[in-house]
């Protein structure tokens, strides 16, 4: 099937390192931010989001840092696992919308 | 969370001609987006699918070529009108479910 992010900057990491894939978003009005996984051949999946209120947010192995200083957001991913190869995309939501704004997307591949 | 599913998964069309998309949902859901995500690139968004009323494009993306029909909060159809090589792409549908927005798996549609 086709492959995502054939020409996207990729981040190469052994298993069990900790991984951190950057973002810059464009617009200083988002108010809401997600990051999605996509695996290929299958839509994006949701994998934490932060609003615009916190600087930091923790899930299961996931962490998101919003820094609104300089536009810059990170994905955080603990203790990294061939499963998590994929590409990460970082999403902004202006002010009040659904509309989501996607930035360039990072390959992250893990090797054992 | 929302369960989305498309039709068809993939296909493979012949320039002038046209293709619909479906997006079908397992609950009822105010907002529904369609995406397109070319070859190697991120997402990006189309327009948004309104039950009752016509879709609102962003901007590049027209209803001439992109037609949408919303006929209930279950459902929506997204049509390539004439398409080119360069309509190549993976078309998504999503679905916005409180703060958080799903995608389905998307349609990979090669145009020759």
């Known amino acids: 099937g086709e492959s995502v992010g054939l020409h996207l900057p990729t981040l190469s990491v052994q298993e069990g390192d900790n991984s951190i894939i950057n973002c810059a978003y464009s617009?200083?009005?988002?108010?809401?931010f997600i990051w999605y996984k996509q695996e290929s051949g299958k839509g994006p999946q949701f994998i934490i989001d932060i609003r615009s209120n916190m600087d930091k947010r923790q899930g299961q192995r996931v962490t998101v840092l919003l820094n609104k200083t300089v536009k810059h957001l990170s994905l955080q991913i603990a203790a990294t696992q061939p499963g998590d190869s994929a590409v990460y995309f970082c999403?902004?939501?202006?002010?009040?919308?659904?509309?989501?704004?996607f930035g360039t997307g990072t390959r992250l591949q893990v090797f054992p | 969370s929302a369960v989305i599913s498309q039709k068809p998964s993939r296909d493979i069309c012949q320039r002038g001609t046209s293709l619909t998309i479906q997006c079908q949902v397992d609950?009822?859901?105010?907002?529904m987006f369609w995406y397109r995500q070319q070859p190697g690139q991120s997402l990006t968004l189309i327009a948004t699918?309104?039950?009752?009323?016509?879709?609102?494009?962003e901007s590049g993306f027209v209803i001439d070529k992109f037609p949408i029909s919303r006929p209930n909060l279950t459902f929506s159809t997204l049509t390539v009108s004439n398409m080119s090589p360069e309509d190549s792409s993976i078309y998504l549908c999503?679905?916005?479910?409180?703060?958080?927005?799903?995608f389905g798996p998307g349609t990979r549609l090669t145009v020759l």
């Open positions: 609950s009822q859901v105010t907002m």
């Open positions: 617009n200083s009005a988002s108010d809401y």
């Open positions: 999503s679905v916005a479910g409180g703060d958080e927005q799903f």
């Open positions: 999403a902004e939501a202006l002010y009040n919308t659904d509309k989501l704004i």
């Open positions: 699918a309104n039950q009752g009323s016509e879709a609102t494009y």
